[in-house]
């Protein structure tokens, strides 16, 4: 296949352009042109077929040493996609590598080599990238770019570990005893790598004889391995993660005979977003040799997983989906020692399994489920809880096919707005614990709640057949109370809410000019010292005039020193089809520009027209914490982009410096952020000017974008912000906006995570929005409405707001209100957060000063004192657990809820309270609900 087609030399004629091979005022070129619709254009530099690397897609020949050749190339040309045209390429060799892991010998550590087999190696920087045809779309067959693995059968390293020692940095750097994974791989992938758009076939695997395979995906460590539009036809085991972090998997399908998903020792923060783990995809692939959809079901529900979770630091699931397994998704401790994860579950379909969910354990942080469904296959289970539960799992807008059955010892399992059908005996046998149901329908009249034994407590409101609830109670001296009533109804969780936009933004014209401008490059530690400023502005206009297009940036760091400006219709790109950390280099831009004489105020770096994008880049200040700045006092500059029309997008950034992105400043409806990454010292992303429609997704900001940094460092700054973002940044702003998708965000360290206020442009409070997995970490405000009117009513789903000890005085998850009765919260708006978790270090858990709060279900691992603090709003807590113990009198602060003279009422309905019902009230008579009731009986 062609790489590239030229425009006519008769067009840069009449535009007035010498052509020039790829510069500024060089040709005009076309993207790849593939045989199957993508969401972006394809550019590459390095495809696998030239005959300078000889791929072939012949049978028989042996495509590793082609591959990896063409990687190689990419890698030390600073990165960039290695493309692969459609076909079916064969890989028949393996390469060897080793990994030094710390290991025990005797009460002595030493530090061993082990040898692995691996086919190809991913260097950071680096993606793979094909011509896939979604199976979904075409019947189930598998078409385009295959890769055959015809190497690893059986291999006896297939999944290998050894016993090890590690210092974990998220516990204070304890010693841990855990087990490293050492197994062989196909796929390699390092830091900072993709792959994506293309198909893995194992021809030799046999549905009569399965043999194992090394892991096909396989990333060790680092951040940022991404997996996107790939189909894993029979994989044995698919996609291994440990320990690393930012691990992104997007669009995939795959069967999976033993294995499809597995995750160990992630921290902050791994995301799998629509993938399909089912029998199907093998069955229904159309490849030579697929068995029957009945074979392929038969062996996968008897030996297969969809999902492994081990530990995982605030994992985000969202639309995954399992059929015809043993178990949909397993969710437990590691190897070797106690560590477990906490995650949130949105979406997730899981059906016709022995077990659809296996919980042996989790961290008390809990996991968070909504919006899913759990179906088991006959005599199977739903749900099922081991004898190490005892902690939180919470359920919200769940429907179960099958039974829930736990054996675990203690904790808190909850569900809101669930729906339980096709059971046998009982929907519900809780041997163990506590259990919350709240407005949960059964299907049947009876045989809904088994007690065993040892059962501490079930609370029901408005729960069963038509609200009449049957319980089985074997229990020794469980605690039941069953109320119902039409005074505690409210509205059930949102249903069919769309998370990512219909058709992705792209230039209407695959143009593509590849510029050749003057850059630093290489491994080392040099700066770009020529200004392209006007020269990459003149590529952007002749694009343009071109009839609009891609201006594309080959790998290296590009000094841009002086505003730019994207027309619309026009793309600028770097080297990154997928989300990136510093740490990985590829295409950036650094600047010194910090504003000119307006300062802070003055042009942003980055101007998008109409309809104009940015995508695949880093964009980093050089001078943040120079010149008599620095990491205590950062310098100030204007926002490094801002969006000055209608359809603006901004995907797969990466960024450090002062302030990220304003989509305020202009109307910017339609507009599309989609993983901005990166340290912002002052602002991360502002929304607002009136826009109707909009996505901000996948937005994740830590700090240390700013300190883990490429090889060799190449000129990037190295700053540590934590401190002063947390007592001075806002990472996100929302104003005046209707119609806004919100969804998966994450920040660590800011002084307001998520903050909604007055628009400075329109003057109008934020309407009505929906928040899905926000994540609020290390802050001392997490989430806070600062403006709110009668027409605001902020919903948030699966939110875990976190406030860590900061140098703030007061610290709380929620502050609604900036004062006592502040006029600038309505007494009727409205913020109403499904199914939440709360922990970290806060003064005060929420504080309410004005306006309404409901607070649907909720895990306050760490309440504060009080937890809910309503000094001038109405309060509603539902379904919630209240797990911090609460030590001395119950009085004063020392209380979970307290009310004011100042504030209107608290409702408390169907909680648990790890150290029994204690609140502070004011108001005699003003603290209502079931929990008042059965706690004066």
């Not at 057949?465 to 969780?493: H, T």
């Not at 903050?755 to 802050?779: N, Q, R």
């Not at 009085?891 to 809820?897: A, H, I, K, L, S």
Request: aromatic share 10%.
């Amino acid at each position: 296949m062609k790489q590239i087609i030229l425009v006519g030399i008769v067009l840069l004629l009449s535009l007035g352009v010498k052509a020039q091979a790829t510069n500024s005022s060089g040709l005009i070129e076309k993207s790849i042109k593939t045989d199957y619709p993508t969401k972006d254009w394809v550019i590459s530099d390095f495809v696998v077929t030239d005959p300078k690397f000889g791929a072939k897609a012949e049978p028989g020949f042996d495509n590793r040493a082609a591959f990896q050749a063409a990687i190689d190339a990419a890698y030390e040309n600073g990165g960039g996609v290695v493309y692969i045209p459609a076909g079916n390429y064969e890989f028949r060799s393996t390469a060897t590598a080793s990994r030094t892991v710390r290991v025990r010998q005797g009460a002595e550590e030493a530090m061993k080599e082990f040898d692995y087999q691996y086919v190809l190696n991913l260097p950071p920087s680096v993606q793979l990238r094909g011509d896939w045809a979604d199976p979904e779309l075409y019947d189930g067959k598998v078409l385009g770019t295959i890769l055959e693995v015809r190497v690893g059968k059986d291999a006896p390293n297939y999944n290998a570990a050894v016993e090890s020692w590690w210092n974990d940095s998220q516990a204070g750097n304890a010693l841990r005893t855990t087990y490293t994974s050492i197994a062989d791989r196909f796929i390699d992938m390092k830091a900072g790598t993709g792959v994506t758009n293309l198909s893995i076939w194992y021809p030799e695997q046999d549905i009569n004889d399965v043999k194992p395979y090394p892991w096909t995906l396989f990333q060790a460590n680092g951040d940022c391995a991404t997996i996107e539009n790939v189909t894993l036809v029979n994989t044995y085991n698919g996609f291994y993660s440990a320990p690393s972090e930012l691990h992104y998997l997007l669009n995939c399908y795959m069967t999976a005979l033993n294995t499809g998903v597995e995750v160990h020792v992630c921290t902050d923060i791994g995301r799998i977003e629509n993938v399909k783990i089912d029998p199907k995809y093998w069955a229904n692939s159309g490849l030579p040799g697929s068995p029957s959809l009945e074979k392929t079901t038969g062996y996968t529900r008897a030996n297969g997983t969809g999902f492994n979770m081990h530990r995982s630091d605030w994992e985000y699931v969202s639309y995954l989906y399992v059929s015809g397994y043993k178990t949909g998704m397993w969710v437990g401790r590691e190897p070797g020692y106690s560590d477990t994860p906490n995650a949130q579950f949105y979406e997730i379909h899981i059906k016709d399994c022995e077990t659809g969910l296996y919980v042996q354990a989790v961290n008390p942080y809990g996991l968070l489920i909504s919006n899913s469904t759990f179906g088991a296959e006959k005599d199977g289970k739903a749900v099922y809880f081991y004898d190490d539960f005892e902690t939180s799992v919470q359920f919200n807008g769940v429907d179960f096919t099958g039974p829930v059955v736990s054996d675990g010892r203690d904790g808190v399992v909850s569900f809101e707005s669930c729906t339980f059908s096709d059971y046998n005996d009982y929907a519900l046998r809780i041997n163990n614990g506590n259990t919350l149901l709240t407005q949960c329908d059964f299907t049947k009249p009876a045989g809904h709640v088994f007690l065993g034994t040892d059962v501490n407590t079930l609370k029901s409101v408005n729960s069963g057949y038509q609200r009449k609830l049957e319980v089985k109670n074997n229990s020794k001296s469980a605690k039941v109370e069953i109320l119902k009533g039409d005074e505690y109804s409210f509205d059930p969780i949102p249903k069919n809410i769309t998370t990512d936009i219909q058709v992705h933004p792209r230039p209407a014209s695959n143009n593509v000019l590849k510029v050749d401008l003057p850059k630093a490059t290489g491994f080392n530690n040099d700066q770009p010292t020529v200004d392209v400023s006007e020269e990459l502005q003149t590529a952007l206009n002749k694009v343009k005039a071109a009839g609009g297009g891609t201006v594309y940036l080959p790998g290296g760091r590009y000094l841009v020193d002086h505003p730019i400006k994207v027309p619309s219709d026009v793309e600028l790109r770097g080297t990154w089809d997928v989300q990136h950390h510093t740490q990985s280099s590829g295409a950036a831009i650094f600047t010194n520009y910090t504003g000119g004489t307006n300062g802070e105020e003055g042009a942003s770096l980055i101007q998008l027209e109409k309809g104009a994008g940015i995508r695949g880049l880093t964009v980093a200040q050089l001078n943040i914490a120079t010149d008599g700045f620095s990491a205590q006092n950062p310098r100030t500059t204007p926002f490094m982009i801002q969006g000055q029309g209608t359809n603006v997008y901004i995907v797969n950034i990466t960024a450090i410096g002062d302030k990220g992105i304003d989509l305020a400043s202009y109307n910017t409806s339609g507009h599309y952020v989609d993983y901005f990454g990166g340290v912002l010292a002052r602002a991360g992303i502002w929304v607002g000017g009136g826009a109707r429609g909009g996505f901000i997704r996948n937005m994740q900001l830590n700090p240390h974008y700013g300190s883990r940094l490429p090889q060799s460092g190449q000129g990037y700054p190295k700053i540590s912000l934590t401190r002063f973002i947390q007592s001075n940044c806002s990472a996100l702003k929302f104003a005046d906006i209707k119609n806004q998708t919100i969804f998966n965000n994450f920040v660590y360290g800011s002084f307001y995570g998520i903050h909604f206020l007055k628009d400075e442009i329109t003057g109008t409070d934020p309407g009505e929005m929906t928040v899905i997995g926000h994540g609020s970490d290390g802050c001392s405000f997490s989430l806070f409405v600062e403006d709110a009117d009668e027409n605001t009513k902020l919903i948030a789903i699966n939110s875990e707001l976190v406030c860590t000890r900061t140098a703030e005085k007061v610290r709380s998850y929620v502050l609604m209100g900036d004062e006592v009765n502040t006029e600038k919260v309505h007494p009727a708006a409205e913020l109403v957060l499904y199914n939440s978790a709360f922990w970290g270090s806060p003064v005060i858990g929420a504080i309410i000063n004005s306006g309404t709060v409901r607070f649907q279900q909720a895990n306050f691992q760490r309440s504060g004192a009080p937890g809910i603090d309503n000094r001038g709003g109405d309060a509603h807590v539902y379904t919630s657990y209240f797990a911090n113990p609460m030590q001395g009198e119950a009085t004063g602060d020392n209380v979970y809820t307290k009310l004011h003279a100042t504030g209107v009422a608290i409702e408390l309905t169907n909680n648990y309270y790890i150290s029994g019902f204690r609140e502070d009230n004011a108001q005699p008579g003003k603290i209502y609900g079931a929990d008042i009731i059965t706690n004066k009986k």
